[in-house]
Structures are given as structure tokens and as C-alpha cells.
């Protein structure tokens, strides 16, 4: 078993285009597409786990650990949303890029650069963030067995990721690099897509069952991502630990 789950060419990728994370006509345009979506479907699913009630910030009082937490475009948020957030990204480029724009906006976030196996603190968290991360990194599994060690007990960990399909390859390489250009060229490598099913077995093992699991398709009128049964593409879901 490998040791580390950094793909130092996945890390280069990213550092190379860390200053565009907060631009929303930039290289992260299609994140910033997502997020409205990736927010609602996490903190819907917080408040419904945790039995807390709707208010300003409804998530105070909840631990959050997003990993691979980029320039910080979940982190931040959930720190408006009340939540205690630890953000950490194997990119110095974006912890720097993240730290900048949180002290700009007066938010209080804990960034670090770091993975799962090298993160030094012994705190557990009540919810992990894996979101648009386990396509990029080098072991899948040593990277979700780490992540799942910083998970309390009946914790939720969230993950979107790219399903291994045909039509996957054809919409988020094919379509979303080369014909709309959505992306640069090189984002996604097919053969790190996961299969749902390959993805609920690796959890099983670390003592994580699945609890949700929905497709998310983007409408081409309005730019705007929905929840879906097609999962097909792209996938989101929700995991308890045991």
C-alpha cells in the first residue's frame, strides 16, 4: 500500500492556476457553476443528520474538515453558515491563495497545507468534505482510509467525484476540455474516474455506509447545476461512519 495519496503531477496542475480560484469568469468557472448546488446538498443534509434547526447559521457548532479544500470555495460558506472549519490542500499555491481571500473577508478558517496521512492533529471531526478531490489523487483507497480516521463516530463525510462511463469521457473530457472549454486541457484523467459501486465498497471497509447517493446534471440554458437520477457523470454522496 502506498503511503502518500499526492499525484505531484495533479498538485502542479492545480498550483499553476491557484490565483484564478476566486475569479468566476475564470479557469474554477464551472466550480463556481457547482457550488450553489454542492452547498444546499451539504447543508440540507447536515441539518436533517444533526436534528438542527434552520437559522442564520444553522451549522454553529459543527466540525468541518474539507480536504482538498483549493482556494477555499466550500470552506468559506460553511464558515458563514457557522461551521468550524479546518481546510486542507497539498497546494501551498492555494492554502496561500485560501488564507488571503478568508482574512479579506473576515472569515476564521483554519487552512493548512496538507493531506490526510500527513495532517498532525488529533481533533475528530462531525463532517468531511472529499468534494471533486478522489479523481485527482494517486491511491483512492489510502486516501479515504486517512480521511475516514478524522471522522467521529455517526459523522457524515460527503463526496462528489466522476463516474467511469462512456458517457462521462465524452461530457467531462471530450466535451467540458475540448469542444466548450470549460476546463483546461488535461483537468481529468478518465482512468481515475470511480465507479459508484467501486466507491461504496472502499467506504464499506473503513466503516462507512452509504447514505445517499444522487446524479447531478448541468442544464445548458440556464447554467445551472440540479440534483438528478442520472449518475452517469457526475455523483454526489452522503456517508456515515459506523
Keep these: 500500500m502506498k503511503s502518500i495519496t499526492i499525484n505531484k503531477q495533479e498538485i502542479a496542475k492545480f498550483s499553476k492556476i491557484a490565483t484564478e480560484w476566486w475569479n468566476p469568469e475564470g479557469k474554477f468557472k464551472p466550480l463556481h457553476k457547482f457550488n450553489p448546488i454542492r452547498i444546499k446538498y451539504i447543508k440540507d443534509n447536515i441539518i436533517k443528520n444533526f436534528k438542527l434547526s434552520s437559522t442564520v447559521k444553522p451549522l454553529k457548532k459543527i466540525d468541518i474538515l474539507d480536504i482538498g479544500c483549493g482556494g477555499g ?48 492533529i488529533k481533533k475528530k471531526f462531525d463532517v468531511i468534505l472529499n468534494m471533486e478531490i478522489v479523481e485527482h489523487v494517486e491511491d483512492v483507497n489510502f486516501f479515504l482510509k486517512k480521511s475516514s480516521e478524522f471522522l467521529k463516530k455517526n459523522g457524515l463525510m460527503f463526496i462528489a467525484t466522476l463516474n467511469k462511463t462512456l458517457k462521462s469521457y465524452a461530457f467531462a473530457i471530450i466535451g467540458a476540455e475540448y469542444v466548450l472549454g470549460w476546463l483546461p486541457i488535461g483537468t481529468h484523467d478518465w482512468d481515475k474516474f470511480v465507479k459508484p459501486e467501486d466507491l461504496i465498497k472502499i467506504n464499506k471497509d473503513n466503516n462507512l455506509k452509504l447514505e445517499k447517493l444522487d446524479g447531478m446534471k448541468f442544464n445548458l440554458l440556464t447554467e445551472q447545476w440540479s440534483l438528478s437520477s442520472d449518475n452517469s457523470v457526475n455523483y454526489i454522496t452522503k456517508f456515515k461512519k459506523n
Design 73 to 120: 470555495l466550500l470552506s468559506e460558506p460553511m464558515c458563514r453558515l457557522g461551521a468550524n472549519v479546518v481546510g486542507i490542500d497539498a497546494s501551498q499555491k492555494n492554502i496561500d491563495i485560501a488564507k488571503f481571500h478568508a482574512k479579506k473577508n473576515r472569515l476564521k478558517i483554519n487552512y493548512m497545507c496538507a493531506t490526510p496521512e500527513s495532517l498532525k
